[in-house]
Structure formats: structure tokens, C-alpha cells
T-cell receptor, first 114, second 113 residues
Framework: ETGVTQSPTHLIKTRGQQVTLRCSSQ?????VSWYQQALGQGPQFIFQ???????GRGNFPPRFSGLQFPNYSSELNVNALELDDSALYLC?????????????FGPGTRLLVL | GNSVTQMEGPVTLSEEAFLTINCTYT??????LFWYVQYPGEGLQLLLK?????DKGSNKGFEATYRKETTSFHLEKGSVQVSDSAVYFC????????????FGTGTRLQVTL
């Protein structure tokens, strides 16, 4: 069974640029959630994708957007990067439709905005 | 809204000491409760979970009991090892639509010889 994978592992961008992060969900899972973890903080929910549509969103501006593909993998796009976007971005996959929707996390992408 | 409060760290213990990390929550209904662990430079690993009141989750010697009357889910281990040094996050989640997780701020545990 393949776990959740994310790419790239590290990324450096400058303010105002755009970035795309990628996530492959665990085998058998159909839902992907994205979280932002600032240094020394707990992860904050950005949004969730199920059946290729956004299925809930946290308190993040519209410049944070995403996609889910037919194979359940997902992308997180951030436009007009700001210094405060520097964080670890975590992807989690789960199965929607069962009785328990435990989320399993990937290793994360560490983004530094200069 | 939902929230999770964890005891602040860092927690420093000697090897073989008893560990308790407190976690309390605020939520409507009956959330599921989780403990995740994050080793340096890595993502989150699920440590244990409980889905209803009085359930006890356990894994690798760690335990936590879902206490609805005190809205708590404290993490315990009888004898910690140096390899347990990590940041521990308590989280609550709901099943159904947009089953997002709400995390506490994390508690850093350092175990010394």
C-alpha cells in the first residue's frame, strides 16, 4: 500500500510569485485535505477536495486554490505569494463514505517566501 | 466553533518516566479525537484515535481515553524512551461533509538519558 506523497519537498519563491504543490493520495482514498503549518504552530485547515470539487474551506483567501484529479491526486495553488505564506504545507488523504474518516498525512512541502 | 487546547511545552523527561500531555476540546456533537506525532523535519503520523465517549485509543505504549464529561483526551505513556522525542498534536474531527481536523498548538516532548 502506497502512502501519501507530496512534491516538491522544499521550495523557495519570492513575494508576488505563484506556486503549485502536488499530492498523491493513499491507495483506496478518495478525499484530499490541505493544511498550512506555520513554524511552531498546529496545522490549519485550508480546504478539502472530494469528487473533484471543493468540499469545505478554512479561513484562507481566494488566492489559495486547488484541484483534484480523477485519480484523486490534488494540487494546491497559491497566487501572489506573501512572506506569511512561508510554512509547511501538509496534504492528508482519507476515504469519504465509511464510518471513520481518519486522515493520513504526507511528509509535507516546506515553502519559503523571500 | 471547534477548538482544542493542549498543555504548553516543552516537556522534558528522563527516560523511563511517566508521560501525560493534557488535551481538552470544545465541540458540538460527538467528534472523533486524535493524537498525531511529528518528528523533526517530517509530516504528521497518526498515533491513536477514539471515535466515541469512553473509547480508549492505544498504540506503541501510548494511550488516551475519550472523556466526554470532562471534554478531555489526555495522552499517557508509562515509560518514555529517547525515541519518543517529538511534537505531539491533539486534534478533533467530524465525519461527513468537510471532515476537517482542528488541531491544538502542539506539545514538544524531549526525553533525555
Amino acid at each position: 500500500e502506497t502512502g501519501v506523497t507530496q512534491s516538491p519537498t522544499h521550495l523557495i519563491k519570492t513575494r508576488g510569485q505563484q506556486v503549485t504543490l502536488r499530492c498523491s493520495s493513499q491507495s483506496g482514498h478518495n478525499t484530499v485535505s490541505w493544511y498550512q503549518q506555520a513554524l511552531g504552530q498546529g496545522p490549519q485547515f485550508i480546504f478539502q477536495y472530494y469528487r473533484e470539487e471543493e468540499n469545505g474551506r478554512g479561513n484562507f483567501p481566494p488566492r489559495f486554490s486547488g484541484l483534484q484529479f480523477p485519480n484523486y491526486s490534488s494540487e494546491l495553488n497559491v497566487n501572489a505569494l506573501e512572506l506569511d505564506d512561508s510554512a509547511l504545507y501538509l496534504c492528508a488523504s482519507s476515504f469519504t463514505g465509511g464510518t471513520q474518516e481518519t486522515q493520513y498525512f504526507g511528509p509535507g512541502t516546506r515553502l519559503l517566501v523571500l | 466553533g471547534n477548538s482544542v487546547t493542549q498543555m504548553e511545552g516543552p516537556v522534558t523527561l528522563s527516560e523511563e518516566a511517566f508521560l501525560t500531555i493534557n488535551c481538552t476540546y470544545t465541540a458540538t456533537g460527538y467528534p472523533s479525537l486524535f493524537w498525531y506525532v511529528q518528528y523533526p523535519g517530517e509530516g504528521l503520523q497518526l498515533l491513536l484515535k477514539a471515535t466515541k465517549a469512553d473509547d480508549k485509543g492505544s498504540n506503541k505504549g501510548f494511550e488516551a481515553t475519550y472523556r466526554k464529561e470532562t471534554t478531555s483526551f489526555h495522552l499517557e505513556k508509562g515509560s518514555v524512551q529517547v525515541s519518543d522525542s517529538a511534537v505531539y498534536f491533539c486534534a478533533l474531527g467530524r465525519t461527513g461533509t468537510a471532515s476537517k481536523l482542528t488541531f491544538g498548538t502542539g506539545t514538544r516532548l524531549q526525553v533525555t538519558l
